[in-house]
């Protein structure tokens, strides 16, 4: 059994949810489908319910118009003129005229809460996934219509709800014997929500579509879980910045969680958790290119060849603490570092030697003000525009450090880090040359 998760652009409009049918129909596998809303729903909910708290109701109007209009146009794209039109229409409509409902309340109460953004969030994902099923019963592909909040069960922290993983468990494979899944063998469910143990829905906070996925293929004992969107998987550089890219066929999951501490537009490494505990692969591919290979993700690669993977692009600040004047310098460096840890201070990289400290930190922290208060009481000298260029691969051996080193040799560039774990070199490079490094080490990377 395979789980698939089709994200919001995915989903966006009728053309996209034929190319979700065309895939998941050309897939014999037992699978279950998590679908996100559709392109921009969710903030149109969230817009919606801030004007009917705020008493707009001309824009309360108006924006639930919005919403509604949009899936009637979905719906009536996909299925007018075709079996299941009505049901699916009727379904549609007590879907909106019940967020209608709920929000007429905010708007007379003109007060709102976690819960009940919760509530208003969770029915972009239940209308995206109740046309989607409509729509594959009229196409003769035989489909249950899961919902999660009858499984996906969690605590009652509003917004950023923690799964119970043994309810959950119990829930889903209660949910699909009870609507005989063995039989259909497809099943169509939502990414993002859950309920609490009072029933109350909730909602998973960030990468909430890709974690329910997870989650899925965790309870379920998934052999594979395919997380698609609208890119070639990952990619061994931002193709804003460097000229030829290519997929990265495959990569280590402690791989994608660096490039996504170091900002890279990457699948956020915490919603994979529970499939990675559980050793299944996920695989990151394009619903609107589905013949390419995509990425694969996994715990570790068998057999692995010494191979950079990727490089990405880190602005960044260096911050140096003179330190030679302290007997022991390693205690202060350790009280700064300190100090610096109790501020939301974004760290790339440290490094303390008897002449000093150096911290290398994200520049997108709002670093001057804070960082004053922080550290104010210290002597430091503080250097803009750094750029550290980050490359990850797997085995890094002596011939890849030399081969990066002899990139390095006309430029001021140099390695400031290599992993001991040899998956990591950490470059420091500079604004006037850093783009073009880049792209060289980017193409040696893609022909390697």
Known sequence: MIVLKFGGTSVKDANALRQVFNIIGSNKEEKIVVLSACSGITDSLIILLNYAWQNQSNAMESTLEKIANHHNQVLQDLLAGRNYYEEA???????????NKFIEGIYFLKETTPRALDKVMSFGELLSTTIFHYYCLSQGLQSVWLDARKFMKTDSNFNSANVDFELSKTGITKYLEQEEF??????????????????????LGRGGSDYSAAIIGNLTNATEIQIWTDVNGILTADPR????????????????????????????????LPAIEKGIPIKVLNTFNPTNQGTTIVNYIENPKPKPHSIINIKCIRIDFPLYSYDNFTEKATEILSTISKYDFKVYYSVILPEGLSVWMDKECGY????????????YELT??????????????????????????????????????????????YDNENIELLNKINDWITHE
């Open 89 to 99: 229409k009727h379904s549609i409509s007590k879907l909106i005229d019940e967020l």
């Open 241 to 272: 910045i460097a000229n030829n890219t290519k997929t990265i066929e495959i990569m280590e999951f402690n791989e994608v969680r660096q490039l996504a501490y170091f900002g890279a537009k990457v699948l956020h490494p915490n919603t994979l």
């Open 368 to 379: 001057i003000n804070n960082f004053t208060n922080a550290c104010g009481k210290y002597f």
């Open 182 to 203: 063995g039989k259909v063998k497809l099943a169509i469910t939502q990414g993002f929500i859950g309920s609490d143990l009072s029933g109350r829905t909730t909602t």
């Open 384 to 429: 803009d525009q750094v750029i550290l260029l980050g490359i990850t691969g797997i085995e890094f051996d002596l011939r890849i450090s030399n081969k990066i080193n002899e990139l390095l040799t006309s430029y001021q560039s140099n390695i400031l880090y290599q992993s001991p774990k040899r998956n990591l070199i950490i470059i420091e490079s």
